[in-house]
């Protein structure tokens, strides 16, 4: 297990596709921050940004998330890498966990990292003071994202280990992304079933952005646990029947 573990942080040191990502939200956190400074300035409001504006700095940005982590996986199996170190002794489902390690450690790097630098330009950008009460509230919504994150992390490991190709897996993530939501909203009204988006990772924009109460919080924390864990389960069988080439 060290072994692989070992090979993944080194690969990760030499790769750069995960900072660029990561620069890419930290920029996109940092201009949102100046379009609500702008737009507040251009309504003739306050100069400072009231909590419910700035809250949605804690909200990932999943489509770079599912870049990060397909291309993690993906160039291992483009590259027979994945086959060389299996051929080595190497249990499969240490390979796979190797993998969601990593991606966890990214997922929280990223997340941080986002947040922070939104936080650093409401303080550096606007006149808005942080109180103690609305921080806390930062980092709790921080941490529920990156319960989120994981979720996500998993499932991006699922898809990446079952499809082993890095563009495959990156447009099957993002379709997913970008239409689960609409696929979810249907599904309520066929079904006439009441909250069914709380059990989906992407709940996580609702709560980041407009908030939802600590019992469908609790519920979708819940939720993103089980994710985590069948998506994880589901991609160490998945990796162990599949013959690799």
């Not at 201009?31 to 507040?40: A, D, E, F, R, S």
């Not at 086959?83 to 450690?105: D, F, P």
């Not at 992304?177 to 069914?196: G, H, T």
């Not at 646990?225 to 599949?242: A, E, R």
């Amino acid at each position: 297990m060290n072994r692989v573990l070992s090979y993944d942080k080194f690969k990760l040191q030499k790769s750069k596709y995960w900072w660029i990502c990561t620069l890419i939200a930290i920029a996109m956190n940092t201009i949102g921050i100046i379009v609500l400074k702008n737009g507040m300035k251009y309504l003739g409001g306050s100069k400072s940004l009231p909590f419910d504006a700035y809250r949605s700095i804690t909200s990932p940005v999943t489509f770079l998330l599912a870049i990060i982590i397909c291309l993690f996986v993906g160039t291992d199996f483009k590259t027979g890498t994945i086959k060389n170190i299996a051929s080595k002794g190497i249990h499969r489902h240490e390979i796979v966990l190797s993998k969601l390690i990593w991606s966890y450690i990214l997922s929280f790097i990223f997340i941080t990292l986002s947040v922070l630098a939104g936080i650093v330009s409401i303080i550096l950008l606007t006149n808005t003071s942080i109180k103690g009460k609305e921080f806390a509230e930062l980092i709790k919504l921080t941490a529920i994202s990156f319960v989120a994150v994981c979720a996500f992390s998993s499932l991006f490991n699922l898809i990446s280990f079952t499809f082993k190709s890095s563009g495959i897996s990156m447009a099957i993530s993002i379709i997913f992304i970008m239409l689960s939501e609409i696929v979810i909203s249907l599904l309520e009204v066929l079904l006439k079933i009441k909250n069914l988006k709380i059990y989906f990772p992407n709940f996580i924009s609702t709560i980041t952005v407009s908030g939802a109460s600590s019992k469908i919080v609790t519920t979708f924390i819940i939720s993103m646990i089980v994710w985590t864990v069948v998506c994880s389960g589901l991609t160490i069988l998945i990796f162990k029947k599949q013959e690799i080439k």
